[in-house]
Protein backbone atom coordinates (compact mmCIF):
# COMPACT_ATOMS: atom_id res chain seq x y z
CA UNK A 1 0.00 0.00 0.00
CA UNK A 2 2.94 2.22 0.70
CA UNK A 3 4.51 1.46 -2.42
CA UNK A 4 1.53 2.64 -4.66
CA UNK A 5 0.61 5.78 -2.49
CA UNK A 6 4.44 6.61 -3.16
CA UNK A 7 4.25 5.55 -7.14
CA UNK A 8 0.60 7.61 -7.31
CA UNK A 9 2.45 10.75 -5.50
CA UNK A 10 5.51 10.54 -7.83
CA UNK A 11 2.85 10.30 -11.06
CA UNK A 12 1.03 13.35 -9.54
CA UNK A 13 4.40 15.16 -9.43
CA UNK A 14 5.52 14.10 -13.00
CA UNK A 15 2.31 15.38 -14.80
CA UNK A 16 2.36 18.31 -12.59
CA UNK A 17 5.49 19.13 -14.17
CA UNK A 18 4.83 18.13 -17.33
CA UNK A 19 1.55 20.86 -16.71
CA UNK A 20 4.06 23.85 -15.78
CA UNK A 21 6.71 22.82 -18.33
CA UNK A 22 4.04 23.04 -21.55
CA UNK A 23 2.44 26.02 -19.97
CA UNK A 24 5.73 27.82 -19.72
CA UNK A 25 6.97 27.36 -23.45
CA UNK A 26 3.67 27.80 -24.77
CA UNK A 27 2.75 31.53 -23.02
CA UNK A 28 5.77 32.56 -21.10
CA UNK A 29 9.33 31.80 -23.19
CA UNK A 30 9.49 29.41 -26.26
CA UNK A 31 11.64 26.80 -26.24
CA UNK A 32 14.02 25.94 -29.19
CA UNK A 33 12.74 22.36 -31.13
CA UNK A 34 15.75 20.01 -30.01
CA UNK A 35 14.81 21.63 -26.07
CA UNK A 36 10.92 21.46 -26.32
CA UNK A 37 10.52 17.91 -27.10
CA UNK A 38 13.14 15.78 -25.45
CA UNK A 39 11.97 17.21 -22.66
CA UNK A 40 8.79 16.44 -23.56
CA UNK A 41 9.90 13.37 -24.51
CA UNK A 42 11.23 12.49 -20.93
CA UNK A 43 8.25 13.68 -19.14
CA UNK A 44 5.80 11.40 -21.29
CA UNK A 45 8.23 8.23 -20.39
CA UNK A 46 8.84 8.91 -16.78
CA UNK A 47 5.03 8.63 -16.68
CA UNK A 48 4.79 5.91 -18.77
CA UNK A 49 7.54 3.46 -17.44
CA UNK A 50 5.37 4.30 -13.72
CA UNK A 51 3.02 3.14 -15.42
CA UNK A 52 0.42 5.62 -16.69
CA UNK A 53 -0.95 5.81 -20.15
CA UNK A 54 0.15 2.05 -20.88
CA UNK A 55 -1.57 -0.94 -22.24
CA UNK A 56 0.01 -3.40 -19.53
CA UNK A 57 1.79 -2.95 -16.57
CA UNK A 58 4.68 -4.66 -15.22
CA UNK A 59 3.41 -8.07 -13.02
CA UNK A 60 6.76 -8.50 -11.04
CA UNK A 61 9.57 -6.96 -9.65
CA UNK A 62 12.13 -7.65 -12.63
CA UNK A 63 9.36 -6.37 -14.69
CA UNK A 64 8.91 -2.80 -12.90
CA UNK A 65 13.42 -3.43 -13.04
CA UNK A 66 13.01 -3.34 -16.80
CA UNK A 67 10.63 -0.44 -16.71
CA UNK A 68 13.17 2.03 -14.43
CA UNK A 69 16.22 0.73 -16.59
CA UNK A 70 14.82 1.84 -19.94
CA UNK A 71 13.06 4.75 -18.39
CA UNK A 72 15.95 6.23 -16.69
CA UNK A 73 18.27 5.41 -19.89
CA UNK A 74 15.80 7.08 -22.14
CA UNK A 75 15.09 10.59 -19.85
CA UNK A 76 18.82 10.17 -19.33
CA UNK A 77 19.84 10.44 -23.26
CA UNK A 78 17.04 12.54 -24.07
CA UNK A 79 18.31 15.44 -21.65
CA UNK A 80 21.85 15.07 -22.79
CA UNK A 81 20.89 16.04 -25.95
CA UNK A 82 19.07 18.98 -24.42
CA UNK A 83 22.49 20.16 -22.62
CA UNK A 84 24.73 19.20 -25.21
CA UNK A 85 22.25 20.96 -27.71
CA UNK A 86 24.95 23.98 -28.71
CA UNK A 87 27.82 21.53 -28.83
CA UNK A 88 26.39 19.18 -31.07
CA UNK A 89 24.85 21.98 -32.99
CA UNK A 90 28.61 23.07 -33.53
CA UNK A 91 29.76 19.62 -34.39
CA UNK A 92 27.08 18.53 -36.80
CA UNK A 93 27.86 16.16 -38.96
CA UNK A 94 30.44 14.37 -37.13
CA UNK A 95 28.64 13.01 -34.07
CA UNK A 96 31.17 11.50 -31.61
CA UNK A 97 30.53 7.98 -30.28
CA UNK A 98 29.01 9.30 -26.81
CA UNK A 99 26.29 10.59 -29.49
CA UNK A 100 25.91 7.75 -30.87
CA UNK A 101 25.48 5.64 -28.13
CA UNK A 102 23.28 7.99 -26.52
CA UNK A 103 20.89 8.33 -30.16
CA UNK A 104 20.83 4.11 -30.19
CA UNK A 105 19.63 4.16 -26.59
CA UNK A 106 17.02 6.53 -27.48
CA UNK A 107 15.56 4.95 -30.47
CA UNK A 108 15.88 1.46 -28.75
CA UNK A 109 13.91 3.42 -25.76
CA UNK A 110 10.82 4.55 -28.15
CA UNK A 111 10.61 1.26 -29.61
CA UNK A 112 10.07 -0.23 -25.88
CA UNK A 113 7.75 2.86 -25.32
CA UNK A 114 5.76 2.72 -28.37
CA UNK A 115 4.80 -0.75 -27.46
CA UNK A 116 3.80 -0.70 -24.24
CA UNK A 117 1.31 2.26 -25.10
CA UNK A 118 0.22 1.30 -28.66
CA UNK A 119 0.93 -2.38 -28.96
CA UNK A 120 3.30 -3.73 -31.28
CA UNK A 121 1.68 -2.63 -34.58
CA UNK A 122 3.48 1.08 -34.50
CA UNK A 123 6.39 -0.49 -33.10
CA UNK A 124 6.52 -3.12 -36.26
CA UNK A 125 5.97 -0.56 -38.68
CA UNK A 126 8.91 1.37 -37.28
CA UNK A 127 11.39 -1.68 -37.61
CA UNK A 128 10.36 -2.46 -40.76
CA UNK A 129 11.20 1.25 -41.75
CA UNK A 130 15.07 0.62 -39.77
CA UNK A 131 15.81 -2.47 -41.67
CA UNK A 132 14.47 -1.10 -45.29
CA UNK A 133 16.92 1.88 -44.25
CA UNK A 134 19.90 -1.01 -43.86
CA UNK A 135 19.53 -3.36 -46.35
CA UNK A 136 18.53 -1.06 -49.57
CA UNK A 137 21.15 -2.15 -51.76
CA UNK A 138 19.63 -5.99 -51.77
CA UNK A 139 16.26 -5.33 -52.14
CA UNK A 140 14.44 -5.41 -55.47
CA UNK A 141 13.63 -3.00 -58.18
CA UNK A 142 11.94 0.20 -57.11
CA UNK A 143 12.54 -0.55 -53.81
CA UNK A 144 16.81 -0.54 -53.67
CA UNK A 145 18.37 2.28 -52.72
CA UNK A 146 21.94 2.76 -51.39
CA UNK A 147 21.38 1.90 -47.91
CA UNK A 148 22.28 3.71 -45.17
CA UNK A 149 24.74 2.28 -41.90
CA UNK A 150 23.67 1.79 -38.41
CA UNK A 151 25.63 5.15 -38.10
CA UNK A 152 24.02 7.39 -39.96
CA UNK A 153 20.94 5.89 -39.25
CA UNK A 154 21.35 6.93 -35.55
CA UNK A 155 22.29 10.11 -36.62
CA UNK A 156 19.13 10.86 -38.77
CA UNK A 157 17.15 9.75 -35.76
CA UNK A 158 18.80 11.73 -32.95
CA UNK A 159 20.96 14.39 -34.26
CA UNK A 160 18.08 16.51 -36.91
CA UNK A 161 14.90 17.50 -36.61
CA UNK A 162 14.03 14.99 -39.54
CA UNK A 163 13.43 11.75 -37.08
CA UNK A 164 12.23 11.62 -33.77
CA UNK A 165 12.50 14.83 -32.92
CA UNK A 166 10.60 15.83 -36.16
CA UNK A 167 6.92 17.49 -37.48
CA UNK A 168 5.14 14.29 -35.14
CA UNK A 169 6.69 15.15 -31.70
CA UNK A 170 6.42 18.64 -32.24
CA UNK A 171 2.95 18.50 -32.55
CA UNK A 172 2.23 16.34 -29.91
CA UNK A 173 4.98 18.78 -27.68
CA UNK A 174 3.80 21.95 -28.49
CA UNK A 175 0.47 21.94 -28.40
CA UNK A 176 -1.44 18.40 -28.27
CA UNK A 177 -0.32 18.21 -24.88
CA UNK A 178 -1.72 21.00 -23.74
CA UNK A 179 -4.96 20.31 -25.56
CA UNK A 180 -5.22 17.31 -23.73
CA UNK A 181 -5.13 18.70 -20.50
CA UNK A 182 -7.25 21.27 -21.49
CA UNK A 183 -10.02 18.46 -21.99
CA UNK A 184 -8.99 16.57 -18.81
CA UNK A 185 -9.56 20.08 -16.74
CA UNK A 186 -13.18 20.65 -18.14
CA UNK A 187 -14.44 17.33 -17.70
CA UNK A 188 -12.96 16.99 -14.62
CA UNK A 189 -14.87 20.55 -13.50
CA UNK A 190 -18.20 18.67 -14.97
CA UNK A 191 -17.94 19.95 -18.80
CA UNK A 192 -18.57 16.48 -19.85
CA UNK A 193 -21.65 16.15 -18.04
CA UNK A 194 -22.81 19.76 -19.59
CA UNK A 195 -21.93 18.46 -23.24
CA UNK A 196 -24.21 15.33 -22.60
CA UNK A 197 -26.80 17.46 -20.78
CA UNK A 198 -26.76 19.77 -23.72
CA UNK A 199 -26.69 17.31 -25.90
CA UNK A 200 -30.04 16.05 -24.54
CA UNK A 201 -32.02 19.03 -24.66
CA UNK A 202 -31.49 19.20 -28.35
CA UNK A 203 -32.25 15.66 -29.36
CA UNK A 204 -33.72 14.12 -25.91
CA UNK A 205 -37.40 14.56 -26.79
CA UNK A 206 -37.40 13.09 -30.46
CA UNK A 207 -37.51 9.09 -31.05
CA UNK A 208 -34.57 7.49 -30.29
CA UNK A 209 -33.85 10.37 -28.24
CA UNK A 210 -31.17 9.12 -25.73
CA UNK A 211 -28.75 7.63 -28.98
CA UNK A 212 -29.13 10.89 -30.71
CA UNK A 213 -27.85 12.45 -27.45
CA UNK A 214 -25.15 9.83 -27.37
CA UNK A 215 -24.30 10.94 -31.24
CA UNK A 216 -24.18 14.44 -30.82
CA UNK A 217 -22.29 14.72 -27.03
CA UNK A 218 -19.82 11.96 -28.31
CA UNK A 219 -19.46 14.67 -31.45
CA UNK A 220 -18.37 17.44 -28.64
CA UNK A 221 -16.20 15.30 -26.73
CA UNK A 222 -14.37 13.13 -29.44
CA UNK A 223 -13.36 16.33 -31.08
CA UNK A 224 -11.53 17.65 -27.46
CA UNK A 225 -10.09 14.10 -26.57
CA UNK A 226 -8.88 13.28 -30.06
CA UNK A 227 -9.27 9.34 -28.69
CA UNK A 228 -12.35 7.40 -30.22
CA UNK A 229 -11.59 4.58 -27.65
CA UNK A 230 -10.98 7.11 -24.68
CA UNK A 231 -14.05 8.93 -25.95
CA UNK A 232 -16.13 5.02 -26.30
CA UNK A 233 -15.59 4.42 -22.19
CA UNK A 234 -15.92 7.75 -20.87
CA UNK A 235 -19.29 9.37 -22.54
CA UNK A 236 -20.53 5.46 -23.01
CA UNK A 237 -20.62 4.71 -19.51
CA UNK A 238 -23.51 6.95 -19.28
CA UNK A 239 -24.87 7.08 -23.01
CA UNK A 240 -24.74 3.25 -23.70
CA UNK A 241 -26.75 2.82 -20.20
CA UNK A 242 -29.44 5.16 -21.37
CA UNK A 243 -29.90 3.91 -24.64
CA UNK A 244 -30.26 -0.02 -23.81
CA UNK A 245 -33.01 1.57 -21.30
CA UNK A 246 -35.00 3.06 -24.22
CA UNK A 247 -35.12 0.03 -25.70
CA UNK A 248 -32.18 -0.79 -28.32
CA UNK A 249 -30.37 -3.67 -28.46
CA UNK A 250 -26.60 -4.02 -26.34
CA UNK A 251 -24.84 -4.43 -29.47
CA UNK A 252 -26.53 -1.56 -31.22
CA UNK A 253 -26.26 0.56 -28.22
CA UNK A 254 -22.73 -0.16 -28.54
CA UNK A 255 -21.89 0.27 -32.24
CA UNK A 256 -23.87 4.03 -31.62
CA UNK A 257 -21.45 5.04 -29.30
CA UNK A 258 -18.50 3.54 -31.31
CA UNK A 259 -19.37 5.81 -34.13
CA UNK A 260 -20.13 8.34 -32.57
CA UNK A 261 -16.92 8.49 -30.96
CA UNK A 262 -14.95 7.73 -33.70
CA UNK A 263 -16.29 10.60 -36.09
CA UNK A 264 -15.49 13.12 -33.04
CA UNK A 265 -11.82 13.36 -34.66
CA UNK A 266 -13.22 14.34 -38.00
CA UNK A 267 -15.37 17.18 -36.02
CA UNK A 268 -14.34 20.81 -36.04
CA UNK A 269 -13.03 22.95 -34.20
CA UNK A 270 -10.29 20.84 -32.78
CA UNK A 271 -10.27 17.02 -33.95
CA UNK A 272 -8.98 15.24 -31.72
CA UNK A 273 -5.71 17.37 -32.86
CA UNK A 274 -5.78 16.23 -36.20
CA UNK A 275 -6.59 19.72 -37.54
CA UNK A 276 -3.39 20.91 -35.88
CA UNK A 277 -0.91 17.85 -37.13
CA UNK A 278 -2.91 18.28 -41.28
CA UNK A 279 -2.22 22.16 -41.33
CA UNK A 280 1.57 21.45 -40.00
CA UNK A 281 1.82 18.85 -42.42
CA UNK A 282 0.51 20.34 -45.65
CA UNK A 283 1.75 23.71 -44.58
CA UNK A 284 -1.87 25.39 -44.79
CA UNK A 285 -3.66 27.75 -42.28
CA UNK A 286 -5.43 25.83 -39.36
CA UNK A 287 -8.86 27.98 -40.19
CA UNK A 288 -8.62 26.70 -43.65
CA UNK A 289 -8.22 23.16 -42.44
CA UNK A 290 -11.04 23.46 -39.87
CA UNK A 291 -13.51 24.88 -42.21
CA UNK A 292 -12.99 22.34 -44.93
CA UNK A 293 -13.38 19.75 -42.57
CA UNK A 294 -16.99 21.09 -41.75
CA UNK A 295 -19.19 19.80 -43.66
CA UNK A 296 -17.98 16.18 -44.27
CA UNK A 297 -18.38 16.13 -40.55
CA UNK A 298 -21.50 17.61 -40.46
CA UNK A 299 -22.59 15.05 -43.34
CA UNK A 300 -21.15 12.12 -41.18
CA UNK A 301 -23.58 12.78 -38.11
CA UNK A 302 -26.50 13.52 -40.21
CA UNK A 303 -25.81 10.10 -41.59
CA UNK A 304 -25.59 8.55 -38.15
CA UNK A 305 -28.55 11.01 -36.74
CA UNK A 306 -31.19 9.94 -39.69
CA UNK A 307 -29.66 5.98 -39.13
CA UNK A 308 -30.67 6.20 -35.46
CA UNK A 309 -34.21 7.68 -36.50
CA UNK A 310 -35.31 4.93 -38.70
CA UNK A 311 -34.11 1.87 -36.49
CA UNK A 312 -35.55 3.66 -33.63
CA UNK A 313 -38.86 3.58 -35.84
CA UNK A 314 -38.20 -0.04 -36.96
CA UNK A 315 -37.26 -1.12 -33.75
CA UNK A 316 -40.84 0.44 -31.93
CA UNK A 317 -38.72 2.42 -29.70
CA UNK A 318 -41.28 4.88 -28.17
CA UNK A 319 -40.84 8.21 -27.62
CA UNK A 320 -39.06 8.95 -24.07
CA UNK A 321 -38.85 12.59 -21.88
CA UNK A 322 -35.83 13.69 -22.29
CA UNK A 323 -33.47 13.16 -19.07
CA UNK A 324 -33.03 15.19 -16.26
CA UNK A 325 -30.52 18.40 -17.13
CA UNK A 326 -30.45 19.74 -13.40
CA UNK A 327 -27.01 21.05 -13.36
CA UNK A 328 -26.86 23.01 -16.79
CA UNK A 329 -26.84 26.18 -15.36
CA UNK A 330 -24.36 25.93 -12.90
CA UNK A 331 -21.87 24.59 -15.63
CA UNK A 332 -23.11 26.52 -18.51
CA UNK A 333 -19.82 28.67 -18.09
CA UNK A 334 -17.51 25.17 -18.58
CA UNK A 335 -18.32 26.62 -22.29
CA UNK A 336 -16.57 30.19 -22.18
CA UNK A 337 -13.32 28.40 -22.50
CA UNK A 338 -14.04 26.35 -25.63
CA UNK A 339 -15.32 29.82 -27.43
CA UNK A 340 -12.21 31.28 -26.44
CA UNK A 341 -10.05 28.71 -28.23
CA UNK A 342 -12.72 28.86 -31.20
CA UNK A 343 -11.76 32.72 -31.25
CA UNK A 344 -8.48 32.52 -30.85
CA UNK A 345 -7.52 30.51 -33.72
CA UNK A 346 -10.60 31.89 -35.65
CA UNK A 347 -8.25 35.43 -35.31
CA UNK A 348 -5.40 33.54 -36.78
CA UNK A 349 -3.59 32.80 -33.05
CA UNK A 350 -0.99 29.53 -33.21
CA UNK A 351 -2.52 26.87 -31.79
CA UNK A 352 0.48 26.50 -29.26
CA UNK A 353 -1.31 30.32 -28.11
CA UNK A 354 -4.38 29.07 -28.50
CA UNK A 355 -3.84 25.65 -26.17
CA UNK A 356 -2.34 27.92 -23.76
CA UNK A 357 -5.38 30.28 -22.99
CA UNK A 358 -7.71 27.47 -23.31
CA UNK A 359 -6.01 25.91 -20.22
CA UNK A 360 -5.62 28.98 -18.16
CA UNK A 361 -9.33 29.70 -19.12
CA UNK A 362 -10.68 26.45 -18.31
CA UNK A 363 -8.88 26.05 -14.95
CA UNK A 364 -10.11 30.09 -14.30
CA UNK A 365 -14.04 29.00 -14.93
CA UNK A 366 -13.66 26.01 -12.98
CA UNK A 367 -12.79 27.97 -9.69
CA UNK A 368 -15.81 30.79 -11.00
CA UNK A 369 -18.49 28.46 -9.52
CA UNK A 370 -18.17 26.29 -6.32
CA UNK A 371 -19.99 23.39 -7.60
CA UNK A 372 -17.27 23.20 -10.43
CA UNK A 373 -14.37 23.68 -8.70
CA UNK A 374 -11.16 21.89 -8.92
CA UNK A 375 -10.59 20.60 -5.39
CA UNK A 376 -7.47 18.56 -4.80
CA UNK A 377 -8.85 15.19 -6.24
CA UNK A 378 -10.87 16.74 -9.18
CA UNK A 379 -7.59 18.55 -10.18
CA UNK A 380 -5.24 15.21 -9.54
CA UNK A 381 -7.79 13.48 -11.52
CA UNK A 382 -7.11 16.00 -14.45
CA UNK A 383 -3.67 15.89 -14.26
CA UNK A 384 -3.78 12.11 -14.16
CA UNK A 385 -6.33 11.67 -17.62
CA UNK A 386 -4.60 14.48 -19.28
CA UNK A 387 -0.87 12.84 -18.96
CA UNK A 388 -2.44 9.56 -19.77
CA UNK A 389 -3.56 10.65 -23.20
CA UNK A 390 -0.66 12.50 -23.69
CA UNK A 391 2.21 9.76 -23.15
CA UNK A 392 -0.25 7.63 -25.81
CA UNK A 393 0.01 10.63 -28.34
CA UNK A 394 3.65 11.20 -27.50
CA UNK A 395 4.75 7.36 -27.74
CA UNK A 396 2.96 7.05 -31.27
CA UNK A 397 4.05 10.40 -32.39
CA UNK A 398 7.63 9.33 -31.36
CA UNK A 399 7.72 5.75 -33.38
CA UNK A 400 6.07 7.24 -36.37
CA UNK A 401 8.82 9.57 -36.53
CA UNK A 402 11.21 6.88 -37.05
CA UNK A 403 9.12 6.16 -39.85
CA UNK A 404 9.21 9.51 -41.67
CA UNK A 405 13.25 9.71 -40.76
CA UNK A 406 13.29 6.69 -42.74
CA UNK A 407 11.31 7.93 -45.43
CA UNK A 408 13.40 11.52 -45.52
CA UNK A 409 16.55 9.70 -45.94
CA UNK A 410 15.51 6.87 -48.45
CA UNK A 411 13.31 8.33 -50.49
CA UNK A 412 10.73 6.17 -50.20
CA UNK A 413 7.96 7.98 -50.02
CA UNK A 414 8.55 8.83 -53.53
CA UNK A 415 8.86 5.33 -54.45
CA UNK A 416 5.81 4.35 -52.89
CA UNK A 417 4.07 7.03 -54.62
CA UNK A 418 5.56 5.72 -57.95
CA UNK A 419 4.07 2.08 -56.48
CA UNK A 420 1.04 3.63 -56.16
CA UNK A 421 0.68 5.10 -59.61
CA UNK A 422 2.29 1.98 -61.31
CA UNK A 423 -0.49 0.01 -59.76
CA UNK A 424 -3.52 1.90 -60.40
CA UNK A 425 -1.70 2.77 -64.11
CA UNK A 426 -2.60 6.48 -63.30
CA UNK A 427 -6.10 5.91 -62.90
CA UNK A 428 -6.91 8.37 -60.30
CA UNK A 429 -10.42 5.93 -58.49
CA UNK A 430 -8.06 2.82 -58.37
CA UNK A 431 -5.31 4.94 -56.60
CA UNK A 432 -7.85 6.45 -54.20
CA UNK A 433 -9.09 2.81 -52.99
CA UNK A 434 -5.32 1.68 -52.90
CA UNK A 435 -4.43 4.70 -50.49
CA UNK A 436 -7.88 3.80 -48.63
CA UNK A 437 -7.10 0.23 -47.91
CA UNK A 438 -3.99 1.16 -47.17
CA UNK A 439 -5.00 3.66 -44.65
CA UNK A 440 -7.47 1.37 -42.96
CA UNK A 441 -5.28 -1.09 -43.03
CA UNK A 442 -2.30 0.80 -41.30
CA UNK A 443 -4.73 2.49 -38.80
CA UNK A 444 -5.55 -0.94 -37.38
CA UNK A 445 -4.73 -0.79 -33.56
CA UNK A 446 -2.71 2.57 -34.35
CA UNK A 447 -3.31 6.05 -32.70
CA UNK A 448 -5.22 8.31 -35.38
CA UNK A 449 -1.83 11.39 -35.60
CA UNK A 450 0.45 8.03 -36.19
CA UNK A 451 -1.55 6.30 -38.87
CA UNK A 452 -1.93 9.64 -40.91
CA UNK A 453 1.65 11.19 -40.51
CA UNK A 454 3.02 7.21 -41.89
CA UNK A 455 0.38 7.71 -44.81
CA UNK A 456 0.80 11.00 -45.61
CA UNK A 457 4.44 10.73 -45.79
CA UNK A 458 4.08 8.03 -48.25
CA UNK A 459 0.81 7.60 -49.58
CA UNK A 460 -0.29 11.23 -49.89
CA UNK A 461 2.60 11.99 -53.07
CA UNK A 462 1.12 9.99 -54.92
CA UNK A 463 -2.33 11.22 -54.88
CA UNK A 464 -0.74 14.63 -55.28
CA UNK A 465 0.72 14.09 -58.50
CA UNK A 466 -2.50 12.52 -60.00
CA UNK A 467 -3.95 16.06 -59.89
CA UNK A 468 -5.58 16.11 -56.20
CA UNK A 469 -4.93 19.10 -54.00
CA UNK A 470 -2.99 18.81 -51.27
CA UNK A 471 -5.53 19.42 -48.55
CA UNK A 472 -8.21 17.12 -50.07
CA UNK A 473 -4.91 14.31 -50.44
CA UNK A 474 -4.12 14.97 -46.81
CA UNK A 475 -7.84 15.05 -45.53
CA UNK A 476 -8.81 11.52 -47.29
CA UNK A 477 -6.01 9.55 -45.86
CA UNK A 478 -7.25 11.42 -42.29
CA UNK A 479 -10.44 10.16 -42.64
CA UNK A 480 -9.91 6.77 -43.39
CA UNK A 481 -7.26 6.57 -40.51
CA UNK A 482 -9.92 7.78 -38.44
CA UNK A 483 -12.98 5.22 -39.84
CA UNK A 484 -10.24 2.25 -39.25
CA UNK A 485 -11.19 2.53 -35.35
CA UNK A 486 -14.69 1.02 -36.77
CA UNK A 487 -13.37 -1.56 -39.20
CA UNK A 488 -13.43 -5.11 -38.69
CA UNK A 489 -11.44 -7.15 -37.40
CA UNK A 490 -9.83 -4.96 -35.22
CA UNK A 491 -12.05 -1.85 -34.65
CA UNK A 492 -10.88 -1.12 -31.14
CA UNK A 493 -14.11 1.71 -30.72
CA UNK A 494 -15.78 -1.14 -31.31
CA UNK A 495 -14.86 -3.50 -28.98
CA UNK A 496 -14.66 -0.89 -26.33
CA UNK A 497 -18.10 0.31 -26.78
CA UNK A 498 -19.21 -3.90 -26.90
CA UNK A 499 -16.90 -4.29 -23.37
CA UNK A 500 -19.50 -1.22 -21.93
CA UNK A 501 -22.47 -2.49 -23.46
CA UNK A 502 -22.05 -6.09 -22.79
CA UNK A 503 -22.46 -7.10 -26.70
CA UNK A 504 -20.27 -9.39 -29.11
CA UNK A 505 -17.84 -7.41 -30.28
CA UNK A 506 -17.58 -8.29 -34.11
CA UNK A 507 -21.44 -7.97 -34.24
CA UNK A 508 -21.44 -4.42 -32.28
CA UNK A 509 -17.85 -3.79 -35.10
CA UNK A 510 -20.01 -4.54 -38.09
CA UNK A 511 -22.99 -2.90 -36.77
CA UNK A 512 -21.04 0.28 -35.75
CA UNK A 513 -19.24 0.39 -39.69
CA UNK A 514 -22.87 -0.11 -41.34
CA UNK A 515 -23.64 3.06 -38.88
CA UNK A 516 -20.69 5.24 -40.25
CA UNK A 517 -20.86 3.86 -44.02
CA UNK A 518 -21.51 7.01 -45.25
CA UNK A 519 -18.46 8.05 -43.70
CA UNK A 520 -16.28 5.49 -46.12
CA UNK A 521 -17.82 7.90 -49.01
CA UNK A 522 -17.45 11.67 -47.86
CA UNK A 523 -13.63 11.60 -48.78
CA UNK A 524 -14.22 10.31 -52.04
CA UNK A 525 -16.88 12.70 -51.83
CA UNK A 526 -14.76 15.75 -51.32
CA UNK A 527 -11.97 14.54 -54.18
CA UNK A 528 -14.82 14.53 -56.89
CA UNK A 529 -16.80 17.39 -55.51
CA UNK A 530 -14.34 20.36 -54.08
CA UNK A 531 -17.25 22.24 -52.93
CA UNK A 532 -17.59 19.89 -50.10
CA UNK A 533 -14.67 21.47 -48.73
CA UNK A 534 -14.98 24.72 -49.74
CA UNK A 535 -13.47 24.70 -52.91
CA UNK A 536 -15.87 26.64 -55.05
CA UNK A 537 -18.43 29.37 -55.12
CA UNK A 538 -21.11 29.96 -52.91
CA UNK A 539 -23.99 28.53 -55.10
CA UNK A 540 -21.67 25.25 -55.79
CA UNK A 541 -21.19 25.19 -51.83
CA UNK A 542 -24.70 25.31 -51.19
CA UNK A 543 -25.86 22.98 -53.85
CA UNK A 544 -23.51 20.11 -53.64
CA UNK A 545 -24.09 20.36 -49.57
CA UNK A 546 -27.85 19.80 -49.90
CA UNK A 547 -27.84 16.89 -52.63
CA UNK A 548 -24.97 15.33 -50.57
CA UNK A 549 -27.35 15.92 -47.61
CA UNK A 550 -30.16 13.60 -49.25
CA UNK A 551 -27.95 11.15 -50.18
CA UNK A 552 -27.24 10.65 -46.61
CA UNK A 553 -30.82 10.39 -46.18
CA UNK A 554 -30.81 7.42 -48.47
CA UNK A 555 -27.60 5.59 -47.55
CA UNK A 556 -29.37 5.93 -44.06
CA UNK A 557 -32.70 4.16 -45.47
CA UNK A 558 -30.84 1.66 -46.93
CA UNK A 559 -28.87 0.61 -44.31
CA UNK A 560 -31.16 0.22 -42.11
CA UNK A 561 -33.96 -1.02 -44.34
CA UNK A 562 -36.74 1.75 -42.81
CA UNK A 563 -38.14 4.61 -43.48
CA UNK A 564 -41.30 5.28 -42.06
CA UNK A 565 -41.89 1.74 -43.24
CA UNK A 566 -39.81 -1.52 -43.35
CA UNK A 567 -38.07 -1.31 -46.51
CA UNK A 568 -37.79 -4.56 -49.00
CA UNK A 569 -34.67 -5.70 -50.83
CA UNK A 570 -35.94 -3.72 -53.93
CA UNK A 571 -36.26 -0.37 -52.17
CA UNK A 572 -33.35 -0.63 -50.53
CA UNK A 573 -31.19 -1.62 -53.12
CA UNK A 574 -32.68 1.86 -55.35
CA UNK A 575 -31.86 3.51 -52.41
CA UNK A 576 -28.98 2.32 -52.56
CA UNK A 577 -28.12 3.33 -56.01
CA UNK A 578 -29.71 6.40 -55.20
CA UNK A 579 -27.44 7.35 -52.33
CA UNK A 580 -24.01 6.51 -54.31
CA UNK A 581 -25.55 8.96 -57.66
CA UNK A 582 -26.25 12.15 -55.01
CA UNK A 583 -22.69 11.57 -53.63
CA UNK A 584 -21.25 11.20 -57.36
CA UNK A 585 -20.06 14.67 -58.90
CA UNK A 586 -21.84 16.11 -61.53
CA UNK A 587 -25.45 17.80 -62.03
CA UNK A 588 -26.47 14.73 -64.09
CA UNK A 589 -25.71 12.13 -61.28
CA UNK A 590 -27.21 14.74 -58.97
CA UNK A 591 -30.82 14.30 -60.97
CA UNK A 592 -30.97 11.04 -61.44
CA UNK A 593 -30.28 10.22 -57.73
CA UNK A 594 -32.86 12.42 -56.57
CA UNK A 595 -35.03 11.02 -59.57
CA UNK A 596 -33.89 7.70 -57.86
CA UNK A 597 -34.80 9.00 -54.37
CA UNK A 598 -38.31 9.71 -55.52
CA UNK A 599 -38.83 6.61 -57.17
CA UNK A 600 -37.75 4.27 -53.67
CA UNK A 601 -40.38 5.89 -51.86
CA UNK A 602 -43.31 4.89 -54.16
CA UNK A 603 -41.79 1.36 -55.19
CA UNK A 604 -43.20 -1.42 -52.65
CA UNK A 605 -40.59 -3.83 -52.46
CA UNK A 606 -41.10 -7.82 -51.44
CA UNK A 607 -40.87 -7.51 -47.12
CA UNK A 608 -42.56 -3.74 -46.81
CA UNK A 609 -44.72 -3.52 -44.47
CA UNK A 610 -47.00 -0.90 -46.67
CA UNK A 611 -48.34 1.01 -43.91
CA UNK A 612 -46.42 3.30 -40.98
CA UNK A 613 -47.88 1.22 -38.79
CA UNK A 614 -46.51 -1.25 -36.64
CA UNK A 615 -42.33 -1.23 -36.69
CA UNK A 616 -40.74 -4.27 -36.84
CA UNK A 617 -37.40 -5.07 -35.40
CA UNK A 618 -34.23 -5.60 -37.43
CA UNK A 619 -30.51 -5.99 -37.44
CA UNK A 620 -28.70 -2.84 -39.33
CA UNK A 621 -27.56 -4.45 -42.26
CA UNK A 622 -24.34 -4.06 -44.01
Not at 500 to 524: D, E, N, Q, R, Y
Amino acid sequence: MAGSTCLSRAILVVAAAATLFHLYGAGVAPFTALVQRPVHLALMASLAFMGVGVRTRPRSRWGWAFNAVVGTALVSCALYLVSQNEALVARSGSPTGLDLAAGAVIVAGVLVLAKRATGWGLVAVAMAALAYALAGPWLPGILAHRGYGPARLVEQMFLSTEGIWGVPLGVSADFAYLFVLFGACLDAAGGGALLIALANRVAGRTRGGPAKTAAVSSAFMGSLSGSAVANVVTTGTFTIPLMRRSGFKPYFAGAIEAAASTGGQLMPPVMGTGAFVVAAWTNSPYAKVALAATIPAALYYAALLWAIHFQAGKAGVPRTPAASSEGVAKRIHLLAPIVVIVVMLALGRSPTRAAFWGVVSAVAAAFAVKETRLHRDRAARALRSGATSAVQVAAACAAAGIVVGVASLTGIGLRMSELIIVVSQGNLPVALVLTALGSIVLGMGLPTTAAYVVLAALGAPALVELGVPMLAAHLFIFYFGCLSNLTPPVSLAAYAAAGVAGSPPLKTGWTAMGLASVGFLIPFMFIYAPPLILDGSASEVLFTSATALVGTVALAGAVTGYIRVSLGPVRRVVLLVAALALIGPGWIWDGVGLAMFAAGGALRGRGDSGSKGRPTEGDVST
